[in-house]
């Protein structure tokens, strides 16, 4: 799950540089108004000043510096949101379609759906603490993958995978979305993802990928 | 035009509705394109706050999810494509002949044609909307939703057509108004004695002409997908509609900014009692600024998995630095200014924080790891609202407070004005803040309604309260223009001590702007009206009314 580790540490960073930025602005704002009142109870005129250029020239280098540091801090991010890794526990192919989800476990006979459109998502299940290769398609219109727990989202195009690595690091159940306009019941996409423990997701597996499996294996959805 | 028997007096204009209609005078054309512009502004605002309606509440159904999808595409493709960015244009056809002392604007039949072509655009994409299934693939149009395959109605064909319209007559404006700055100034008004908002122009037009040719491809590549439906399929075509798609689609953005903070930058300027501060700085600021943004669209499709991130999110975060260097501008002028708070002013310094918050968020959404969890989500939606309403509608606010005596030569009443500038405040905030929050509690956007049990209702009910805020304030505006209308308190030439040539003419200006009666100045620097006061008054150097 790099992605929720990245953006965990990214956000707040960045997050924190432009709330400093902003909360500068405001009082060079403030100062405006201060100086202005002052000069007016005073009979001062307006400053006459046009350029300020060692200011300006030491304000340009602090907005390269602070470029420069972004840019790093994204190249870095971005490595790590992919880092390599040969070997996966799991892959599933995902395919989103108008207008549900398709979960198939590669190397096995499972394939998991549900019926969105009545209120039925389907799950994913996925064992906890291990690795899950996504390889990501749309069968029509372009969808997007969205776990918004993962703070994590990729669009699913017809004709093209897209893979990408997750880790969910504990049992648990979380919403899924489709994050991309794709026609009339697009709010209706949703789907679940259910981390497991890895015994029960084999289990799971190898008894064909029934709900009544999973319920067997003693974990219960929702 | 002329008739048999008149053939032999001199060429005269019409008058009334049909004058208006087929004026080649800029300034009415400018009016007309704001104005018709403005028409659009309340048309797709209607929408947005009936969309705000539908949201205010989890399950409801006011719009169901075929008519959310046409609201959602009409709202965002009617406020972009024939509201903000004809704004833009409209202000520069309007005021860029005034302030670099040229008689009339380059090719005036060809911006009239501009105006045209706008109109035609919006009613295509009106009628579009209206048609029975209407055009529903947001105001992106991606491909393959929006072929024939998925769209067959005639709505999307109207709104590819509607689009491919209203862009060719921004195209038409922004070749003239660029002509204009180029090769029209007066004498002594070398490029860079230009005001600040002209300079805004150059950049706007520079950009209109650079990246509108690409939405015209990409409409082109849907309608050849229309005509067969089979020709443009693939993963590869996919791809290339959205790079020409975005090739635009970011730089309209800055069409769509940066006249308005050329207007605060002049409206800023004169209500602090000096001269912009580092004008040369903010000149090539401006500059590079447009050039880098052209090279930065890839940052709309880092979840699309197949771009290059580090490349867009590298030119992406460079933005920050011309954008700083404007802020530098503008910071630097109001401080040591002698302030005045018209109605103007107010919109003018709501702007900059406002704005920033836009820009803030949008240097973010330059990193890639960011945007895969913000990323078409209400995250987005606040981030670009905060750019388009709380900042650039602002500033559009502030220019048109600040010209309108200009153009009509009567004052907006100042105390109305005032209600509509707290009531838009309120009104932005409170209806975009929450919305950040939403998108980070994982709220997609396109999203017709959400389950109570989500977690989006109370942050999603006061969004819409602060959309009726919205709304009253518009209604207001419309309240000042009424009753300032009525008062028609006659402005002068220069209500505020302005500094640019357009305050030196009469208001509303003659036909052909300036005339024995009202000469173009000697042109000594950027600011010729405040040097000429200054030549007249050798007392106070450098002073402008405060
Ligand atoms: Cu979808
Ligand atoms: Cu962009």
Redesign the pocket.
């Known amino acids: 799950m790099p992605f929720r580790q990245v953006f965990g540490q990214v956000f707040p960073l960045e997050l924190a540089i432009a709330l400093t930025v902003f909360a500068l602005v405001l009082a060079v704002m403030a100062a405006a108004v201060l100086v202005s009142w002052r000069k007016r109870r005073r009979g001062e005129p307006a400053a006459l000043r046009e350029h300020w250029h060692v200011v300006e020239g030491a304000y340009a280098a602090a907005l390269l510096g602070t470029a420069v540091f972004l840019i790093v801090t994204s190249f870095s991010a971005n490595s790590r949101d992919f880092p390599r890794d040969p070997k996966p526990a799991v892959t599933v192919d995902v395919t989103?379609y108008e207008?549900c989800w398709k979960f198939h476990y590669a190397g096995s006979a499972v394939t998991v759906t549900g019926a969105c459109l009545q209120g039925r998502p389907p799950v994913l299940v996925v064992p906890a603490g291990e690795s899950v290769r996504v390889e990501l398609t749309s069968a029509d219109v372009l969808?997007a993958f969205w776990v918004p727990y993962l703070d994590f989202k990729m669009d699913a195009f017809p004709g093209h995978v897209n893979t990408f690595t997750v880790t969910f690091p504990h049992a648990g159940r979380w919403i899924g979305r489709?994050a991309?306009l794709?026609g009339l019941y697009?709010t209706s996409?949703d789907f679940w993802v259910q981390a497991v423990a890895p015994s029960a997701f084999r289990g799971w597996l190898a008894a064909g990928g029934s709900a009544a499996g999973l319920t067997a294996a003693g974990v219960h959805g929702r | 035009m002329s008739t048999g028997t008149a053939a032999a007096a001199a060429p005269r204009e019409p008058v009334g509705l049909i004058g208006w209609l087929m004026t080649t005078d800029h300034k009415r054309i400018g009016i007309l394109t704001l104005a018709t512009g403005f028409v659009m502004f309340l048309f797709d605002g209607v929408l947005g706050l009936t969309m705000r309606a539908q949201l205010a509440r989890p399950g409801q159904h006011i719009l169901n999810t075929q008519q959310y999808n046409l609201f959602v595409t009409m709202h965002g493709t009617g406020m972009i494509a024939v509201s903000i960015t004809p704004f833009a244009l409209g202000l520069g056809v309007y005021l860029v002949p005034l302030q670099v002392g040229a008689p009339r604007i380059a090719a005036p039949r060809v911006t009239l044609l501009g105006y045209w072509l706008g109109v035609a655009g919006a009613l295509l994409l009106v009628w579009g909307f209206l048609t029975p299934d209407g055009a529903a693939a947001g105001w992106w149009g991606y491909t393959p939703l929006s072929t024939t395959t998925y769209s067959p109605g005639a709505g999307m064909a109207l709104w590819i057509a509607g689009v491919f319209l209203a862009a060719s007559g921004m195209i038409c404006q922004g070749a003239t108004v660029l002509w204009t700055l180029l090769r029209m100034r007066a004498p002594g008004m070398t490029m860079l004695r230009m005001p600040v908002f002209s300079w805004t122009m150059v950049v706007t037009c520079l950009m209109t002409l650079a990246s509108f040719p690409a939405l015209l491809t990409a409409m082109g590549v849907l309608t050849a997908s229309r005509l067969d439906p089979g020709l443009l399929t693939g993963n590869a075509w996919n791809l290339a509609y959205e790079n020409l798609f975005w090739f635009y689609g970011h730089p309209v953005v800055y069409v769509m900014f940066f006249p308005f903070v050329g207007a605060v930058a002049e409206v800023i300027a004169v209500f602090s009692g000096r001269r912009f501060f580092n004008y040369t700085g903010t000149v090539f600021a401006l500059l590079v600024f447009a050039a880098l943004s052209m090279a930065v669209w890839g940052h709309h499709m880092f979840i699309s998995g197949q771009e290059s991130n580090d490349y867009f999110s590298l030119t992406s975060i460079l933005l920050v630095i011309p954008a700083g260097m404007e802020y530098f501008g503008l910071a630097g002028t109001l401080f040591g200014g002698r302030l005045r708070y018209p109605v103007a002013m107010l919109f003018a310094l709501a702007f900059i924080p406002q704005f920033l918050i836009g820009g803030l968020s949008g240097i973010m959404l330059g990193t890639p790891s960011v945007d895969y969890a913000v990323n078409n989500s209400y995250f987005v939606v606040a981030h670009f609202h905060y750019t388009l309403f709380a900042g650039s509608v602002f500033g559009f606010f502030a220019g048109v407070y600040f010209w309108w005596p200009k153009a009509t030569g009567y004052l907006l009443d100042e105390r109305a004005g005032r209600v509509h500038f707290v009531l838009m405040v309120i009104g932005a905030n409170l209806t975009y803040l929450p919305m950040f929050f939403l998108g980070l509690k994982g709220m997609p956007r396109w999203m017709q309604t959400y389950p109570a049990s989500s977690g989006f209702s109370t942050l999603s009910l006061v969004s819409s309260i602060g959309a009726g805020f919205i709304g009253l304030a518009v209604i207001t505006f419309g309240y000042t223009v009424y009753v300032s209308s009525r008062a028609r308190k006659p402005a002068g030439p220069d209500p505020w001590g302005g500094y640019s040539l357009e305050w030196l003419t009469s208001s509303p200006p003659p036909r052909f702007n300036y005339n024995g009666q009202y000469p173009i100045p000697v042109i000594r620097s950027f600011t010729p009206a405040l040097d000429l006061r200054q030549r007249r008054r050798p007392d106070q150097p450098g002073r402008a009314e405060g």
Do not use: A, D, E
């Open positions: 989103g207008w969808h489709c991309q794709c697009h996409m």
